[in-house]
Nanobody, 124 residues
Framework: QAQLVESGGGSVQAGASLRLTCTSS????????MGWFRQGPGKEREFVVA????????YFAESVRGRFSISKGNAKNTVDLQMNNLKPEDTAVYYC?????????????????WGQGTQVTVSS
């Protein structure tokens, strides 16, 4: 079972960058496909990106494609979300999630374990 902890959130100006890290304890992260979701104020939680077990495949939501990137450090048991050119609409609590499925997950119910979330606030 994975226990996930997110870090790296904060408050920045539009156009800035942030790097979020998800650290897993328990089973090694190479056993899981990973994903990031976010929930903005007054909004439902939405998919951001998913990465495969080996880190060789990923899929991004259209709203972040070209600005966000993801990397999976199986040796460090971490997954990083690099967010560039941040916009006010990126303001949200960002959640890390892990799935035991072999396919790339995009829906919440495809993920088995969740972190507590980290706040990202982007001001204009």
């Amino acid at each position: 079972q994975a226990q996930l902890v997110e870090s790296g959130g904060g408050s920045v100006q539009a156009g800035a960058s942030l790097r979020l890290t998800c650290t897993s304890s328990g089973r090694t992260i190479s056993n899981y496909g990973m994903g990031w979701f976010r929930q903005g104020p007054g909004k439902e939680r939405e998919f951001v990106v998913a990465i495969s077990r080996r880190g060789s495949a990923s899929y991004f939501a259209e709203s972040v494609r070209g600005r966000f990137s993801i990397s999976k450090g199986n040796a460090k048991n971490t997954v990083d979300l690099q967010m560039n050119n941040l916009k006010p609409e990126d303001t949200a609590v960002y959640y890390c999630a892990a799935t035991e499925r072999f396919s790339l997950g995009r829906r919440e119910n495809e993920f088995d374990y969740w972190g507590q979330g980290t706040q990202v606030t982007v001001s204009s």
